[in-house]
């Protein structure tokens, strides 16, 4: 397997412009996660799925942000409009409800709003 | 506070020096991990457990339940170890909650 797929690497927009990053998680993880990495914060949970399910959206900032999963293989996190303080690391993350309970991360994709 | 604290923030040490990160958590876990994060982003899990202690490599992750405390080592340190080394922890199959990381660099 490819490990969990992250687009695009980088992005840089301005202000007011959408922005949409994509994740394929690893085959057969029935748990996906959305995480934003700050200097500031840290690593902070956005939002997770399981089974293509949101399950908690309570990390998500505001309703600027929305994530969506259509199917197993496929996750997009959207910002409409961006803003400045939007500018960070995000990754996804996938993980099995069965065996170990260990994250693989995706390589995230680096987000900059001017 | 933190739910998951990590000392020390920043670490630098010599090559060959033994490395220790300290992580301190105050809720009832199922499982703690320790995570690397290399320049250039990339997270990596490096260990997960719930009791005693697991060794890979140069590395030892340990961890005391009652006391709410695990500590990565890294012995016989090298430049390639500097990163940032991330404690987490969760109960059952909820989501990770992660410390701020401790950034080691290890020099030459």
């Known amino acids: 397997d490819a490990g969990v797929i992250q687009s695009p690497r980088h992005e840089v927009t301005e202000m007011g412009q959408e922005v949409t990053l994509r994740c394929k998680p690893i085959s057969g993880h029935d748990y996906l996660f959305w995480y934003r990495q700050t200097m500031m914060r840290g690593l902070e949970l956005l939002i997770y799925f399981n089974n293509n399910v949101p399950i908690d959206d309570s990390g998500m900032p505001e309703d600027r942000f929305s994530a969506k999963m259509p199917n197993a293989s496929f996750s997009t996190l959207k910002i409409q409009p961006s803003e400045p303080r939007d500018s960070a690391v995000y990754f996804c993350a996938s993980r099995s409800s069965s065996g170990a309970n260990v994250l693989t991360f995706g390589a995230g994709s680096r987000l900059t709003v001017l | 506070k933190n739910e998951v604290e990590q000392s020390p923030q920043n670490l630098t040490a010599q090559e060959g020096e033994f490395i220790t990160i300290n992580c301190s958590y105050s809720?009832?876990?199922?499982?703690l991990h320790w995570l690397q994060q290399h320049p250039g982003g990339g997270i990596v899990s490096l260990f997960m457990?719930?009791?005693g202690k697991k060794k890979h490599g140069r590395l030892i992750a340990t961890i005391n339940i009652q006391e709410k405390h695990s500590s990565l080592h890294i012995t016989a340190s090298h430049p390639r170890d500097s990163a940032v080394y991330i404690c987490a922890v969760n109960s059952g199959n909820t989501p990770l909650v992660f410390g701020k990381g401790t950034r080691l660099s290890v020099i030459a």
């Open positions: 809720v009832g876990i199922s499982a």
């Open positions: 457990l719930s009791s």
